[in-house]
């Protein structure tokens, strides 16, 4: 069956690095478009950053420009997004989600929380 499985949050304190993992199988992975999403407590699930299915390609929220890089490694079926200069308004719990190149399928994980607090 189809999973997505998220580890590596975590509380840090402002200004640390968190890297999110995310193992996908059950799908065609190498046809997936991947993307990381988070959201806080009371506010709506928001995008945090996608990569195409070949990885040639990165789209990331404001939020996220230059402090997160999301990667993947299609031999092994992992994407993952390194957190730096964290904040504390990245404290949210972050979802693993995938779509399929043609819009035929997506699928979510079930979260890692992250905290980012002194």
């Known amino acids: 069956q189809v999973q997505l499985v998220e580890s590596g949050g975590g509380l840090v304190q402002p200004g640390g690095s968190l890297r999110l993992s995310c193992a996908a199988s059950?799908?065609?992975?190498?046809?997936?478009?991947m993307s990381w999403y988070r959201q806080a407590p009371g506010k709506l699930r928001e995008m945090v950053a996608e990569?195409?299915?070949?990885?040639?390609?990165?789209i990331y929220a404001d939020h996220a420009k230059g402090r997160f890089t999301i990667s993947r490694d299609n031999a092994k079926n992992m994407v993952y997004l390194q957190m730096n200069s964290l904040k504390p308004d990245d404290t949210a719990v972050y979802y693993c989600?995938?779509?399929?190149?043609?819009?035929?399928?997506?699928?979510w994980g079930q979260g890692t929380q992250v905290a980012v607090s002194s």
């Open positions: 990569i195409v299915s070949t990885g040639e390609s990165k």
């Open positions: 989600h995938a779509r399929g190149r043609y819009g035929d399928y997506e699928y």
């Open positions: 059950g799908f065609p992975f190498n046809k997936s478009h």
